[in-house]
């Protein structure tokens, strides 16, 4: 199951505890569209054209030139993929915004292969709704 379809799976507990959510990749528009029908997303996938949003949160990287070339060997060509010169990936993360714009929970992790389970945001969104309102002051 990938990331998002975990995702999706979790979506219908978000969604009745009053949460949107949101996906953001790198990929052009028309991914975010074939995804989105393919895995049978009941969310958007957005496109963060040039890692503008990742740079924002300081997410985006630059692969080094081992791993670019080790990249291209296998024909993985992310600067024609992502629409850039560079080999440049985000760092996954999640965050859980409040109804104020504030960021309320954030998982980073340069390790790509290390994501949050989509349970554990649950936990996050439910624990902050039964905070209450010091939860979003």
């Known amino acids: 199951m990938t990331e998002l379809e975990a995702l999706q799976a979790v979506w ?15 990929q ?4 975010g569209r074939a995804v989105r029908r393919r895995a049978k997303l009941e969310f958007d996938v957005l496109t963060d054209f040039h890692l503008r949003v990742a740079e924002a949160f300081r997410l985006a990287f630059t692969l080094p030139p081992d791993l670019k ?15 850039e010169p560079d ?6 993360a999640r965050y859980v915004v409040g109804q ?3 960021i309320r ?4 992790n340069p390790d790509y292969t290390i994501r949050p389970e989509p349970e554990d945001t649950v936990a996050v969104v439910r624990q902050l709704q039964t905070a209450g309102p010091k939860a979003t002051s």
């Open 28 to 31: 052009p528009g028309q991914y």
């Open 100 to 102: 104020d714009g504030r």
């Open 69 to 83: 070339k080790l990249y291209a060997a296998f024909g993985n060509t992310l600067d024609k993929f992502h629409d």
């Open 105 to 108: 929970a954030a998982d980073v």
């Open 87 to 92: 080999f440049r990936l985000p760092m996954p």
């Open 12 to 26: 219908p507990q978000l969604r009745a505890l009053g949460a949107s959510l949101i996906a953001i990749s790198p």
